[in-house]
């Protein structure tokens, strides 16, 4: 009896120890998602990338280059990388200073993945963002300054485009307009040229008068867009610098020298993509002849789109 009610407590001194040991390994583990789960409560998604769930390929655009090297220069250094464009991020305006991208005839003749639907935080912005919310009851549109258009490749490129950072206040007769017909235009220009790199982003006249939401997002006066076209046969700029309001003026009438538009801005546009000689050269131009503007288009502007309210 004496061996046996030994060999009972031994049993159980083994069974109580790997009881413990059970215990300490789902402390652990539990613990650990536990913190993790927490962490994603008090701070928000992830800011990892996360991989297209729809092509899962490569597909090597220009990315890299056109994203990481010729960017304009940033006057608050909240630079912030997506997958195929960069943006420097104005906190006290509550959106980016400028996008900056390369779009391609490549990129653009890809199908169609579906448009996003969702305005997303982003979370990759260390101040935060604005907020879908921000926008609601305003009257003002959440305009892309990264079109999703351009972006319609690749399903990551396209969510990504719907992230706040890449939002600033329109009016809605601008955004349905002539931003419209100029963000189409751009697309024409990379077909037409195979490659193009597009810097766009709002402008502030002194004093803002107008802020929207709880973050207080201001209202910018203008928009820029600014394109280079560095393919052969002839080199070429243009820039365009357009009031936040309904417009029935021609696209032509808004053309300026990217030298012009970066004495209004305060800051260089395309200073790492040229050397000297060639950037002064380049951003003197102001010939809008040298860039194909769809007259139909305009017309549809005018008895269409600027009707869209």
């Known amino acids: ?11 159980q001194r083994r069974f109580s120890a790997i009881k413990l040991i059970i215990f300490i390994v789902m402390a652990v583990v539990f613990g650990f998602f536990g913190l993790r789960i927490l962490d994603n409560l008090l701070t928000g998604p992830s800011k990892r990338p996360q991989k297209s769930a729809l092509r899962g390929q490569e597909l090597n655009l220009g990315s890299d280059i056109a994203v990481r090297n010729f960017l304009p220069e940033s006057t608050t250094g909240a630079v912030v990388h997506h997958s195929h ?31 996003a639907k969702r305005f997303e935080p982003d979370y990759a912005i260390e101040t935060r963002s ?19 258009a351009d972006m319609a490749f690749d399903l990551e490129a396209m969510q990504q485009t719907f992230l706040m950072s890449n939002i600033s206040p329109q009016d809605r007769s601008f955004n349905a307009g002539v931003w419209n017909e100029l963000e ?19 402008v502030f006249s002194k004093g803002i008068k107008t802020r929207i939401g709880q973050n207080k997002v201001a209202v910018p006066n203008y928009f820029f867009k600014a394109v280079v076209d560095l393919t052969k046969p002839e080199h070429k700029s243009i820039a365009f610098l357009l009031p936040n309001e309904l417009s029935t003026a021609p696209l032509s009438n808004y053309a300026i020298s990217i030298d012009s538009l970066e004495e209004i801005l305060g800051y260089n546009l395309f200073f790492k993509l040229m050397e000297p ?14 860039w194909r503007i769809d007259p139909k288009r305009y017309q549809t502007r005018l ?7």
Do not use: C
């Open 1 to 11: 009896m004496k061996l046996r009610r030994n060999h009972e407590r031994s049993q």
């Open 303 to 309: 008895n269409v789109w600027n009707k869209q309210r």
């Open 277 to 290: 000689d060639q950037e002064e050269a380049l951003e003197s131009q102001n010939d809008v002849r040298k």
């Open 184 to 202: 189409s235009a751009v697309r024409d220009w990379a077909y037409d040229n195979g490659s193009i790199y597009v810097v766009s982003g709002p």
């Open 85 to 115: 464009y960069s943006l420097s991020y104005h906190e006290k305006y509550e959106q980016a200073e400028w996008v900056a991208y390369e779009l391609t005839k490549k990129s653009l003749q890809l199908p169609n993945v579906p448009r």
């Open 130 to 148: 604005a907020f879908y919310r921000d926008y609601s009851g305003s009257g003002y549109d959440r305009g892309h300054l990264v079109p999703a």
